[in-house]
């Protein structure tokens, strides 16, 4: 797709007229009378006075009119523009109608907020509807894909102009979601820990910002990473670990001006999660390829940080391994030892995001010593019970990050919300023969007993962990999402960089 932005409506294959509740004559015709004819104004107030739409939100009604650039009209319903998500869902309730309706050029005609006229309100409004429509337009299959149609140019029609600058960086921030959508869908025998490695190394050429070191499964011995190499034993591919680093800030300390704060991002990338001895029945194995979802959000966020050339020092970190079941995988009551030295009784194997984890964390604040680490994992199914699939958790050691990371989700309209770690949980993730032990038996609080495992291995630096064990992936898909990987917390932590950027 390509998505650019013009005050005056051209030619089109689909219209969409987006409008507010109670759009009445007067509005209208200060803020589209430039932009569209009279009879088309005239039309949209008939519609609205003889009830055939409403501007509800999830609303549309197809309209005919003269002597219009556009083969096909529609109005789309804003609502009164309170509800959370609007904009997006309108947008994506759009790009369903070109699809159905086979259009591949479509310009969208967007309203001022009531009463606000600033471009500031238009881009955010803009940034929200480029979010929708891109998500929208994502659809993930193997196979014949001739019925699919995509919307290939968008074309933003605004009453205040529009920077194009920031829609390209809005458009790129949609794609970066739908990088990391298309990573979790993909099927666990086509994205191998290998494959991941490969997509890696491709983001790297693509973008000459990124460089890339790769530790393969000899290196992670040699390193002694005892918590990734166990999870992956049992599995016929090899494990890695991936470290992206992006440099966007070459200013160095030493020759004047301040070098910006390193950040380190960390994901859980099980490429298939089958409970490894613990095995899960039938019922919770089933999209078990999800559980990669936390290094592909890593990905996705690189990406978005290099196409956009953010200023500030990244470096991304993916642990790469398959938990499955063979005469090799390691088993309950294994004791194994850390990439830090500290020893963990294996008491569920299907515990195994937090070892992956652990070890990535150890080794990224103690290699590269980040100002800050953020990691990410489909790591609890506690997490689904606490909070559902709407909702990520988040917890960490650093009450600042974690109220950055809220008023940047505020922005996205993501839903975040902190669960505690507390002296009872640190205490009972410790085990009598090892240091520590990867599951409790009888402890309910999964999510936080994980955070109090995971705390072990960041040593002093600020830290927060998501987990997005409920929000990569909807059963149901929505307005701009289809089923499958949502790419939940790509765009809040991208928010997050953009509004903390002066301090990085
Ligand atoms: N990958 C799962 C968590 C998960 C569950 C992600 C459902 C997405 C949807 C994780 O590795 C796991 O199996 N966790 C167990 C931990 C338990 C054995 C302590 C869980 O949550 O059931
Ligand atoms: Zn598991
Ligand atoms: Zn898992």
Known sequence: MKITAQQKITATDLFCIFLYKKTGAAILKKQFGKTISDGLVK???????????????GESLQIFVDRNPAKKIFLIGLGDGKKSLFAKKAAGSAV????????????????????????????????????????????????????????EKLTLISPVKLDEKKISRDFALAEAVNTTRELVNLPPNILTTKEMVERAKKLVKKYKNLSITILDQKKLEKLKMGGLLAVGKGSDSDSYMVILEYKGDKKSPTRGGAQREKTALVGKGVCFDSGGYNLKPTSSIADMKMDMAGAGTVLGIMEFLARTKFAGNVVGVLGLVENMVNGKAYRPDDIITMYNGQTCLITNTDA????????????????????????????????????????????????????????SA???????????????????????????????????????????????????????????????????????????????????????????????
């Open 96 to 151: 369903k109608i070109a699809k159905k309706t086979k259009s591949k050029d479509v310009s969208f005609l967007l309203p001022l907020l009531a009463g606000e006229g600033r471009g500031e309100v238009a881009e955010n409004f803009a940034k929200k509807i480029v979010f929708g429509a891109v998500g929208g337009n994502y659809e993930f299959k193997i196979g014949d894909t001739k019925e699919q149609v995509f919307i």
């Open 352 to 407: 195994e995001g937090r070892l992956v984890l652990a070890d990535c964390l150890s080794y990224v604040t103690e290699k590269y010593k980040p100002a800050k680490v953020l990691d990410f994992a489909t790591l609890t199914g506690a997490c689904i019970s606490a909070l559902g699939n709407e909702i990520t958790g988040i917890m960490g050691n650093d009450k600042k990050i974690v109220a950055g990371i809220k008023e």
């Open 43 to 57: 039309e949209i107030l008939a519609r609205f006075k003889h009830k055939d739409f409403k501007g509800e939100l």
């Open 410 to 504: 505020k922005k996205t309209e993501e839903l975040v919300w902190e669960l505690p770690i507390t002296e009872l949980f640190r205490e009972k993730i410790k085990a009598e023969q090892a240091d520590l032990q990867n599951w409790t038996a009888g402890v309910s609080a999964g999510s936080s007993m994980a955070g109090a495992f995971l705390e072990n291995f960041v040593r002093e630096t600020p830290w927060c962990h998501f987990d997005i064990a409920g929000t990569a992936w909807t059963k149901s898909g929505h307005e701009y999402c289809p089923k499958g990987g949502t790419g939940a917390m790509v765009e809040t932590v991208c928010e997050y960089f953009s509004n903390n950027s002066l301090s990085y």
